[in-house]
Nanobody
Framework: QVQLVESGGGSVQPGGSLGLSCVAS????????MSWHRQVPGKKRERVAA???????ILADFAKGRFTISRDNAEGTVYLQMNNLKPEDTAVYYC????????????WGQGTQVTVSL
């Protein structure tokens, strides 16, 4: 089992940048495919990006060209760098860990709020 703790959310103006971090503990980090998801009230949670142990990456179409996912296996941390943020990026962002690559996460963090507004 793995525990996930996100940090780095906050408020930013449109066009700004934010970096999220997710620290994993409790299990062998490298065996998990890590991902970021987001959710707004009343809508389904959607995947933003995912990265395998070998750093293969999947990005949602809305994230391409603006968001970057990376991981540091030695530190047990996954990152999401978000640039050129838009108001529609406003959501709670969740870190996830999946034992089977690209599946829905088996474990979730508590979420961190990202707000993009003037």
């Amino acid at each position: 089992q793995v525990q996930l703790v996100e940090s780095g959310g906050g408020s930013v103006q449109p066009g700004g940048s934010l970096g999220l971090s997710c620290v994993a503990s409790g299990d062998f980090f490298s065996k998990y495919t890590m991902s970021w998801h987001r959710q707004v009230p009343g809508k389904k949670r959607e995947r933003v990006a995912a990265i395998s142990f070998g750093s293969a990456i999947i990005l949602a179409d809305f994230a391409k060209g603006r968001f970057t996912i990376s991981r540091d296996n030695a530190e047990g941390t996954v990152y999401l760098q978000m640039n050129n943020l838009k108001p529609e990026d406003t959501a709670v962002y969740y870190c996830g860990a999946a034992e089977a690559s690209w599946n829905l996460p088996d474990y979730w963090g508590q979420g961190t709020q990202v707000t993009v507004s003037l």
